[in-house]
């Protein structure tokens, strides 16, 4: 998977710099969607989608082997995901309500 073709909107990047800057890729995801889909019907799954308004990208593929996640970064680093990472929305969510945020 490559982490630079994630559609990411703006209003999330926002909300993540106030939260005190978690990254946004691997904060909640509510809303978000990865679909696994035939090599043969890609565009007409991204079309479906960008005509219906929803950002959409091709962002990697499924091959055989053990069931982890590849996931290269922006500068070339490629790192393999094994479990889920801890989300950081939560513990920031709990520092904005302690401190009263508002």
């Given at each position: 998977m490559?982490?630079?073709r994630i559609p990411l909107p703006p209003e999330a990047v926002g909300a993540c710099?106030?939260?005190g800057g978690i990254d946004p890729y691997w904060t909640l995801a509510e809303g978000a969607l990865i679909a696994t889909v035939p090599p043969g019907n890609v565009i007409e799954?991204?079309?479906a989608l960008t005509d219906a308004g929803i950002a959409a990208a091709e962002v990697g593929a499924v091959v055989a082997g053990s069931g982890r996640l590849l996931l290269r970064e922006p500068d070339g680093e490629v790192r393999t995901l094994i479990e889920p990472e801890p989300d950081p929305y939560w513990p920031a969510y709990e520092r904005a309500v302690r401190e009263r945020w508002e």
């Open positions: 490559e982490r630079a710099e106030a939260l799954a991204l079309t």
